[in-house]
């Protein structure tokens, strides 16, 4: 009835944002996949893709996202947690928290990529501490582009000190969802901190974590300008290679392909937790 009584308002409402959707993203993905099965004379092909396939840096591109991905989630999702947990237990100063944890998502990808450069450098501050305080002779080479796992490491915490607070502010949100009595009743059982987290709030924070998942996951193979700014020429990601493609070789076909790809890529990630992670509507639906 209330439906009804409504009528059209809510799709009036919804058209802005259908019309922002359909210009700036749906336009431009339709464009690029028809970039990626087009070549220069416009006929339909797979040579993009085979090229793409055939590229020397394909392999170590696709590996270090996936390896970056398997590595960013899990590592931000805890911390995440666990940083929404102190914000709503309400202590004194949580509010205060809250503005301190968000503070890396008013730093872009490039400016936070600089941050830890400065960090991990030669010269940066983390040698100039230890040397300071006599735990180096030396400085340590941090990023030693000949040793791919401190590069992976030193992109992984760049990330996950840029990009933990957007999983935070979704799972606060889904916290201050839950009614206070859920908590009450599991204190007056006697139940742990890790029972409550276990049997009340991971159940019925799943719609929040489904988000934050799949959120995190699409601009996890997304991530570009700290790769760059770490790592250089000593390991590439999917996006880095989009980029080389079209900048660099100015290969817009092989580009889209790339592009492409992460699009697929991030669909089949996107479908795999909605299985994996349904929400109490999907499951009785």
């Known amino acids: 009835m209330r439906a009804q009584r409504l009528g059209w308002a809510p799709y009036a409402l919804l058209l802005p944002s259908l019309a922002f959707l359909a210009v700036f993203f749906a336009v431009p993905m339709v464009r690029a996949f028809g970039l990626a099965f087009r070549d220069a004379g416009g006929d339909w092909t797979l040579a993009s893709w085979r090229t793409m396939v055939d590229d020397a840096g394909f392999r170590e591109a696709l590996r270090t996202t996936l390896i970056l991905i398997v590595l960013i989630i899990p590592v931000q999702f ?10 709503n237990a309400r202590l004194k100063w949580s509010g205060l928290w809250l503005y301190v944890y968000a503070i890396p998502l008013g730093i872009s990808e490039l400016a936070a ?8 450098d030669r010269q940066g501050w983390l040698n100039s501490i230890l040397e300071g305080i006599g735990i180096l002779d030396r400085p340590f080479i941090f990023l030693n582009y000949q040793e791919r796992g401190w ?17 935070m502010i979704i799972l606060v949100a889904g916290l201050q969802g839950i009614p206070r009595d859920f908590f009450e009743a599991a204190d007056v059982f006697g139940a742990t901190t890790w029972q409550k987290v276990r049997r009340v709030i991971l159940p019925m924070l799943r719609p929040s974590v489904q988000v934050a998942l799949i959120l ?3 601009l996890a193979f997304q991530a570009f300008a700290v790769v760059i700014a770490l790592a250089g020429s000593g390991t590439t990601v999917l996006s880095a ?6 900048y660099t070789i100015r290969d817009s076909h092989v580009a889209a392909a ?3 790809l992460i699009l697929l890529l991030s669909v089949a990630c996107t479908v795999l937790f909605l299985v994996l992670l349904p929400t ?3 499951q009785m639906g």
């Open 241 to 246: 290679e989009a980029y080389r493609w079209y």
């Open 151 to 167: 590069l992976i490491f030193a992109i992984v915490l760049a990330e996950a000190w840029r990009a933990t607070s957007i999983i």
């Open 113 to 120: 990529g600089i941050i830890w450069l400065a960090i991990f």
């Open 280 to 282: 109490r509507e999907e």
């Open 78 to 87: 805890v911390l995440a947690m666990a940083m929404a947990l102190v914000v």
């Open 216 to 218: 995190r996951t699409i």
């Open 258 to 260: 790339y592009a492409a």
